[in-house]
């Protein structure tokens, strides 16, 4: 079983920037690939970046491409995720995941553990 724990959330102006940490507990071989996903108020779960064990297949959301780097440190067993350039429609719950996989998907059901979510909230 892996529990994961988002931090780093808060109030950024647009523009701005934030960094993202995923903490997970657990076996790190139930974590290989680990993923960021975003839900906005009254929108769907939507997906943001993944990043397998290694760290060498990072893969972002058109959205975020260029502006949001994903990373891990796998002896912290903590995933990061740097968010610069943010707008305001980019105001959501920002929610870490983890999967079994060797590689990550860009859908909620590919992925086995999830966190509580940490909130971004990006002012006008």
């Known amino acids: 079983q892996v529990q994961l724990v988002e931090s780093g959330g808060g109030l950024v102006q647009a523009g701005g920037s934030l960094r993202l940490s995923c903490a997970a507990s657990?076996?790190?071989?139930?974590?290989?690939?680990m993923g960021w996903f975003r839900q906005a108020p009254g929108k769907e779960r939507e997906f943001v970046a993944t990043?397998?064990?290694?760290?060498?297949?990072?893969y972002y959301a058109d959205s975020v491409e260029g502006r949001f780097t994903i990373s891990r440190d796998n002896a912290k067993n903590t995933m990061y995720l740097q968010m610069n350039s943010l707008e305001p429609e980019e105001t959501a719950g920002y929610y870490c995941?983890?999967?079994?996989?060797?590689?990550?998907?860009?859908?909620?059901?590919?992925?086995?553990?999830w966190g509580q979510g940490t909130q971004v909230t990006v002012s006008s």
């Open positions: 995941a983890a999967s079994l996989a060797v590689a990550g998907g860009t859908t909620q059901s590919e992925y086995d553990y």
């Open positions: 657990g076996r790190p071989s139930d974590s290989r690939t």
């Open positions: 990043i397998s064990w290694g760290g060498r297949r990072p």
